[in-house]
Structure formats: structure tokens, C-alpha cells
């Protein structure tokens, strides 16, 4: 993560406002003062907005924050500009530019969101007053601050990573593909492997478009749980098509050649989807949770504000995790062959080809896959244990089963998901087999995707009914 330059510079010289020696003090008293002033007042306003109960409103708990961030921002420029006057070493070493350049990126971009969430705030206050407690709702506060902090931390990442890592691998000039070599490099099996594969492919592509068209055109399925299942059609979809077109046009033109921008995007697109159905399976696991365990407020909880703001939660975290593992390859160099035991790129196979260190790498998957693994997973697992414990408590069995039956399908998604996914993990890490490990790849990226569809279809009497309407309309209107 270092510039490749690193051995020759080392810092840089910040000259601040001016060299003159007789001006040194004024600047250092004003700037001091400003200093101590901004930290003073923000820490007031942070323990009047924690200690007062009425100031526990949306507008208080953004400004709150808003403090915060602004405590934040001076406190990452003005003490070193006054230890580099008082000591007279105006020098800042690489590592702690990048630092400060972070910070201040950081806390500047988490400034204008949060001064957006008070705009809302207000509009919401002045135009929609007697919404305005059902609105701006606790978790919907939370979730834009949350929201802020996560775009303005995808942002100043970015940037951090462009300053500090090459976009093309070092040898690229002589390094350019790799090759998948898929399942079989057997001529006989690729017609097999062609027809199977296509067949899932369009099972997949028909099932999916079915669902997001029954949702998006029966109005009784415009509900918080079918709107995130119809986002969860068109990742499904989307996952697919990243993967398996590319496969079987390199079994027709017997070409198995990906370029390096190519692998790149695709383990890019790859990664994004996957963590998509991950947090997507989550939020839907939060829906069934409230509708079971608190029906009364669901309409009021489960608002459409709510459901987009964790549609595009989602969005962010898979597109931030995926950003930040496709960088990190960027910096790395090939050298040790270029062909992949896999008929997609793969981040792991991809890393195994690669003779830089891949330390930083693996670290960082395993950090993110305990992070946006575990915990998604630990939220599903609450949420079914408090669905269950609600349902053993409803008297009669028709009661029950009815309200078992409204969760049963996202159940047994979610136990098709991620037992595929520890399939995967079992395959790459225990049995070190390229073969099971692509098996198990399959079953977790195309199968997956292709079963989902007649999960909801045949267990769910809404979506039957719709897909069924949808079929007379389109009858009707030939």
C-alpha cells in the first residue's frame, strides 16, 4: 500500500499561511483560539442533546452529530498546524498526509450529509406536520446517519486507494488474460456441460423476469415483503448473467481467454450480487420479524422510506466490499501462471495466481466475510427465533401453520443460500480439490439463483395468483 517510491520520499513540507517569523504568533493565537472555541462549543451542544430528554427529537440528534463531525474536522488539521509553529518542523510524513487527507475527506463529506438529513428534517417538520412523528421515525434518523457515514467512508476510500495504488497490475504489458478452464477440458463433456448450463441459465433468466413482473404489475403485491423479493429477483438475475453467458460462449468458440479487465469486472459484478442476496435476505428476514412479532405497528415500521433506505443500504455495502477487493487485486502483480481451476473469476483462485503478497488480501477477506457474513447471519437467526417463539405462543393451529406459512418460503431461501455458500467454503478450504470447489461454485451461483423462483412460486398462494393474472392479461391482450 506504499508508493513505489517510498524509499526516496517521505514526507512532504506543509508551508501554511505564512514564513514570516513575526507572524507566526498572531497565526498561532487565532488559530488556537478557533480551536479551543470550536471544541468548547461542540462538546456543549453533544452533552445538552445527551442530557436533555427534550432535545431527544430528530433535529437534535442530527445536530448532535453534526457536532460531532465538526469536532472531528478541526481536530484533524488545526493541532498539527500548531505543533509544526510552536516547533518550527512544518514536515508531514507520507503516511500521515494520506492520514489527514483521509480524515478531513471523511468528516468534510459526513458535513454535507448531515446537513442534507436536517434539510429533510425540516421540510418534513414545515410541509408534512402531522406525519412528521411518523416519518422521521428513530430508525429512519439512524439508518440516514448510518446511510452518511458509509458514503462518505466509500468515498474517501476511493481516493485514498487511487493515491496510494496503481490501476494496472505492474507486469501488465507482458501479462494481459487468464484462462477459465471450467469443468472439463474434456471435448466429449463440453456439449453436456453446455446444454446444462444454458438450460439453468434460462430456467433462471424466464423465473425471475416472471417474478419482478407479477410484483411490479399486481397492486396486491405492492408490500414491503414482495418489493424486496422482486429486488431480490433482478440480483439473482443479475448474478447469472455475470457468470454463465461468458462460460458457455467460451464452450462454443472453444476459447476459455478472459482478459485482465475482464476477470477484474467480473469477480467485481460477482462480488457485489453475492453480498446483495446477503443483505437482501437479511432486510427480508427484518420484514417477516415485524410482521409477526409486532403486526400492529408493521405498516408504521416496514414504511416505504424504510424499505428503500435498506434496498439502498444494501447497494452501498456490497458496491463499498466490492470496490475495496477489486482494489486491492489492482495493486498485485501475475506471475505465476494464468490459469484459473474455475469457470468464473474467483477472488481466491485469482489470489493463488498472483506472485506479490497477498497477506493484506486475505486478511481483509476474512475481516469482511466475519463482518458481512456473520452478522447478517446472526440478524436472520434472531429474527426466526423470535418469529418462532411468537408463533408457539398463537393459540390455535390454523393460526399457526398461517403464520408459518408467510415466512416459509424467505426460510427456505435463506437455508439454500447459505448452505451452498458453507458448500463453497468446505470445498475450497478442506477437500483443496479444483473440481468439487467449481461443483460447489455452481450450485452457490447459478443453482441458487435458478431454485428461488419455484421456492416463491410453489409455496407462496400470492404469487401463484398473480403470475396467474399476469398470463391472463397477456392472453387477453394477444
Request: glycine share 6%; net charge neutral; proline share 4%.
Amino acid at each position: 500500500m506504499a508508493p513505489g517510491n517510498q524509499t526516496k520520499f517521505t514526507e512532504f513540507i506543509l508551508l501554511g499561511f505564512s514564513e514570516t517569523p513575526e507572524q507566526q504568533r498572531t497565526i498561532f493565537g487565532l488559530f488556537l483560539g478557533m480551536y479551543l472555541v470550536t471544541v468548547f462549543g461542540n462538546i456543549l451542544i453533544i452533552l445538552a442533546v445527551g442530557s436533555d430528554s427534550h432535545l431527544h427529537t430528530p433535529m437534535y440528534f442530527f445536530l448532535s452529530n453534526l457536532s460531532f463531525v465538526d469536532l472531528c474536522v478541526v481536530s484533524s488539521t488545526v493541532p498539527k498546524m500548531l505543533v509544526s509553529i510552536l516547533t518550527q518542523n512544518k514536515a508531514i510524513s507520507y503516511a500521515g498526509c494520506l492520514a489527514q487527507m483521509s480524515l478531513f475527506m471523511f468528516f468534510g463529506c459526513l458535513d454535507n450529509f448531515l446537513l442534507t438529513a436536517m434539510a429533510y428534517d425540516r421540510f418534513v417538520a414545515i410541509c408534512h406536520p402531522l406525519r412528521y412523528t411518523s416519518i422521521m421515525s428513530p430508525e429512519l434518523c439512524c439508518l440516514m446517519v448510518l446511510l452518511s457515514w458509509i458514503l462518505s467512508l466509500l468515498n474517501t476510500l476511493l481516493h485514498s486507494l487511487m493515491v496510494t495504488s496503481p490501476m494496472a497490475p505492474e507486469n501488465q504489458t507482458k501479462f494481459t488474460e487468464f484462462i477459465l478452464l471450467g469443468f472439463s477440458e474434456t471435448p466429449e463433456q463440453q456439449g453436456a456441460i453446455f446444454g446444462l448450463f444454458l438450460g439453468m441459465y434460462l430456467v433462471t433468466v424466464f423465473g425471475n423476469i416472471l417474478i419482478m413482473l407479477a410484483v411490479g404489475f399486481d397492486s396486491h403485491l405492492h408490500t414491503p415483503m414482495y418489493f424486496f423479493l422482486s429486488n431480490l429477483s433482478f440480483v439473482d438475475l443479475s448474478m447469472v448473467s455475470t457468470t454463465v453467458p461468458k462460460m458457455l460462449v467460451g464452450i462454443l468458440t472453444q476459447n476459455k481467454a478472459i482478459s485482465y479487465a475482464g476477470c477484474l469486472a467480473q469477480m467485481y459484478f460477482f462480488t457485489v450480487f453475492i453480498g446483495l442476496d446477503n443483505f437482501l435476505l437479511t432486510a427480508m428476514a427484518y420484514d417477516r420479524f415485524v410482521a409477526i412479532c409486532h403486526p400492529l405497528r408493521y405498516t408504521s415500521i416496514m414504511s416505504p422510506e424504510l424499505c428503500c433506505l435498506l434496498v439502498l443500504l444494501s447497494w452501498i455495502l456490497s458496491l463499498l466490499v466490492a470496490l475495496l477487493h477489486s482494489l486491492m487485486v489492482t495493486r498485485l502483480s501475475f506471475c505465476r501462471g494464468h490459469k484459473i481451476q474455475h469457470f468464473i473469476c474467483d477472488l481466491d483462485q485469482v489470489l493463488k495466481l498472483s506472485c506479490s503478497d497477498t497477506l493484506i488480501n486475505y486478511v481483509l477477506i476474512y475481516i469482511v466475510a466475519g463482518l458481512l457474513g456473520i452478522l447478517p447471519l446472526t440478524g436472520i437467526l434472531f429474527s426466526y427465533s423470535q418469529i418462532f417463539s411468537s408463533i408457539l405462543k398463537i393459540p390455535s393451529t390454523g393460526g399457526k401453520y398461517k403464520a408459518f406459512s408467510t415466512c416459509g418460503s424467505h426460510l427456505s431461501v435463506v437455508s439454500l443460500f447459505y448452505s451452498t455458500g458453507l458448500g463453497v467454503y468446505l470445498s475450497s478450504s478442506v477437500t483443496h480439490s479444483s473440481w468439487k470447489s467449481a461443483v460447489a461454485s455452481a450450485m452457490y451461483a447459478v443453482a441458487t439463483p435458478m431454485l428461488n423462483p419455484f421456492i416463491y412460486c410453489l409455496r407462496n398462494k400470492d404469487i401463484k395468483g398473480a403470475l396467474w393474472r399476469l398470463i391472463s392479461r397477456i392472453s387477453s391482450s394477444q
